[in-house]
């Protein structure tokens, strides 16, 4: 299982990755973002996750899982 990132840490990422300064092989990585809203605005930041490329799962505490193929 991956290592959940902070949001920061996350958007930093897909930065990286619109701006073509990370190349690697995509990989999966997990997030955890406060509420659905979150997760949904997270995942359509650039670049935006595609079909199959993203799933969210609701937590006891009210946050989102949300797992992203980037």
């Known amino acids: 299982?991956?290592?959940?990132?902070?949001?920061?840490?996350?958007?930093?990422?897909?930065?990286?990755?619109e701006a073509g300064l990370n190349t690697t092989v995509k990989t999966?990585?997990?997030?955890?973002?406060?509420?659905?809203?979150?997760a949904a605005n997270f995942l359509n930041l650039p670049p935006a996750q595609e079909a199959g490329e993203a799933f969210v799962?609701?937590?006891?505490?009210?946050?989102?899982d949300t797992y992203y193929f980037l």
Request: aromatic residues 2%; glycine residues 2%.
């Open 28 to 38: 999966w990585h997990v997030l955890i973002e406060p509420n659905p809203t979150a």
């Open 57 to 64: 799962s609701n937590r006891s505490d009210g946050q989102v």
């Open 1 to 17: 299982m991956a290592t959940p990132m902070t949001h920061e840490e996350a958007v930093a990422h897909k930065q990286e990755v």
